[in-house]
């Protein structure tokens, strides 16, 4: 069974510009969860789907990030224009079911500087 | 609002030494536990958890008890070794909430 799968695993955009990470869940599950971890601190809840459904969108930052499901299958994270507080590691995770205290399985991150 | 602290790193040990990284939590109620490793190049992966207050989880050599009365999930290990080294996250999950509280995470790194 493949894993979850981000990519690209590295970006570097400047200031001002546009960045768009993607995740690919593992087949089959519902729930995808994006997070962040920034400056080497904790990391941090941006949002929840289930299906293409936001469920709980309450730790995006402000509005210039845009997260997306189509179809309930892949999801895309769009930071315009970025700044450089963006600059961390974004994670995805999925799960399926109720089986969240039996862990998410998370993707590698995409590591995003902003310059 | 939830919360999770952990010690901050990065801890250096050498092979064979015993680990205990502190985690304490701020949270209502009884929330659940765990512990998430993130190795070299990969995601983070559940390492253990516990639900009620006295669960011990454990895997790999490692364990971790939940105590309610010093809010507390201490993550420990007798024999360290090299392949341990990696980035170490408490967190809890509160309630029926799907979402993690994540703490800042600990650099371990173990040498020969």
């Known amino acids: 069974e493949a894993g979850v799968t981000q990519f690209p695993s590295h970006s570097v955009i400047e200031k001002g510009q546009t960045v768009t990470l993607r995740c690919d869940p593992i087949s089959g599950h519902d729930n995808l969860y994006w997070y962040r971890r920034v400056m080497g601190k904790e990391i941090k809840f941006l949002l929840h789907f289930v299906k293409e459904s936001k469920q709980d969108e309450s730790g995006m930052p402000n509005n210039r990030f845009l997260a997306e499901r189509t179809g309930g299958t892949y999801s895309t994270l769009k930071v315009q224009p970025a700044e450089l507080e963006d600059s961390g590691v974004y994670f995805c995770?999925?799960?399926?079911?109720?089986?969240?205290?039996?862990?998410?399985?998370f993707g590698s991150g995409t590591r995003l500087t902003v310059v | 609002g939830n919360s999770v602290t952990q010690m901050e790193g990065p801890v250096t040990l050498s092979e064979e030494a015993f680990l205990t990284i502190n985690c304490t939590y701020t949270a209502t109620g009884y929330p659940s536990l765990f512990w998430y490793v993130q190795y070299p190049g990969e995601g983070l992966q559940l390492l253990l958890k516990?639900?009620?207050?006295?669960d011990k989880g454990s895997n790999k050599g490692f364990e971790a008890t939940y105590r309610k009365e010093t809010t507390s999930f201490h993550l420990e290990k007798g024999s360290v070794q090299v392949s341990d080294s990696a980035v170490y996250f408490c967190?809890?999950?509160?309630?029926?909430?799907?979402?993690?509280?994540f703490g800042s995470g600990t650099q371990l790194t173990v040498l020969p």
């Open positions: 516990a639900t009620k207050a006295d």
């Open positions: 995770a999925s799960s399926q079911g109720s089986e969240v205290d039996y862990g998410y399985t």
């Open positions: 967190a809890l999950r509160r309630g029926s909430a799907r979402q993690l509280t």
